[in-house]
């Protein structure tokens, strides 16, 4: 099965949509969700990978997620979707699912 980035794309532009009129900061950490779609997905490997690209990795107590987080970067659509875009590609790659995104304020 093929990742549908064009709609993942769709709903962080959405989410900048829905949300004019809110205050956000120029800039802040954004944390991604990612979950294990596998018994066998590469937790290290994955962790290696997103590291070299200079994320932080955090394993959850649910034994099921990890959250990588960027930044402080400019919050934008266009800056989120680059570096999600580019942690999901990483994530499919280890068996890893994404799950959404959110600032670390």
Known sequence: MTHDYARQRRETFDTFRQSRGV???ERAVVDFEFFVEENDSDWAGF???LRAKGFRCKRM???ETLLASIGPIPVTAE????WEELATGLALKFDFYPDGWELDL
């Open 23 to 25: 205050k956000l900061p």
């Open 47 to 49: 962790e290696r990978a």
């Open 61 to 63: 107590k649910d034994g």
């Open 79 to 82: 800056e989120i979707w680059h």
